[in-house]
T-cell receptor, first 115, second 109 residues
Framework: EAGVAQSPRYKIIEKRQSVAFWCNPISGHATLYWYQQILGQGPKLLIQFQNNGVVDDSQLPKDRFSAERLKGVDSTLKIQPAKLEDSAVYLC?????????????FGPGTRLTVL | QKEVEQDPGPLSVPEGAIVSLNCTYSNSAFQYFMWYRQYSRKGPELLMYTYSSGNKEDGRFTAQVDKSSKYISLFIRDSQPSDSATYLCAMSTGNQFYFGTGTSLTVIP
């Protein structure tokens, strides 16, 4: 079974630029998550999709972050404009269903550095 | 106060030692408790999952939950160098999901 794919693996940008990350979940997984993991901290949930609908985006900074999941499969997360404090690893995860009894499988992450 | 508190370490032990990793929490609504392992430059992977107080064992790993004290633990027996990683506890109310900050563990051969 192929895992969660993410690209790019690394990205360096200057502040005020925009950036986009891509995630391809495990085939058949209905739920997709985006997390932000700042160095030395645990992952923080940014947004959760169930198929192509948003379940939870309460911690997404909506003034600069946006995410979409077209056709309930791939997803993109965008930051525009980026700030220094956005430097982090952005993790995508997927699970078969929704709910906390369901295992989340994580991708390798995209490491973003904002200069 | 953070929802989940976890000592970041780092923790360094000799091979074969028993390792104890712990998290405390403040929200009594947490119902589901998990431990993830994260190797350097990799995403977290689920190690253990439980939803009740008591112990759950899986090979060399034992997860312990004490809801009355709001305290969870992960024990690793006969630790191996391959166990060197960051261990994250995670908890959920059923609607909201929180990770701890992670404990960095190094097992020295």
């Amino acid at each position: 079974e192929a895992g969660v794919a993410q690209s790019p693996r690394y990205k360096i940008i200057e502040k005020r630029q925009s950036v986009a990350f891509w995630c391809n979940p495990i085939s058949g997984h209905a739920t997709l998550y985006w997390y932000q993991q700042i160095l030395g901290q645990g992952p923080k949930l940014l947004i959760q999709f169930q198929n192509n609908g948003v379940v939870d985006d309460s911690q997404l900074p909506k003034d600069r972050f946006s995410a979409e999941r077209l056709k309930g499969v791939d997803s993109t997360l965008k930051i525009q404009p980026a700030k220094l404090e956005d430097s982090a690893v952005y993790l995508c995860a997927s699970s078969l269903y929704s709910g906390d009894t369901d295992t989340q499988y994580f991708g390798p992450g995209t490491r973003l550095t904002v200069l | 106060q953070k929802e989940v508190e976890q000592d970041p370490g780092p923790l360094s032990v000799p091979e074969g030692a028993i390792v104890s990793l712990n998290c405390t929490y403040s929200n009594s609504a947490f119902q589901y408790f998990m431990w993830y392992r994260q190797y350097s430059r990799k995403g977290p992977e689920l190690l253990m999952y439980t939803y009740s107080s008591g112990n759950k064992e899986d090979g060399r790993f034992t997860a312990q939950v004490d809801k009355s004290s709001k305290y969870i633990s992960l024990f690793i027996r006969d630790s191996q160098p391959s166990d060197s990683a960051t261990y994250l506890c995670a908890m959920s109310t059923g609607n909201q999901f929180y990770f701890g900050t992670g404990t960095s563990l190094t097992v020295i051969p």
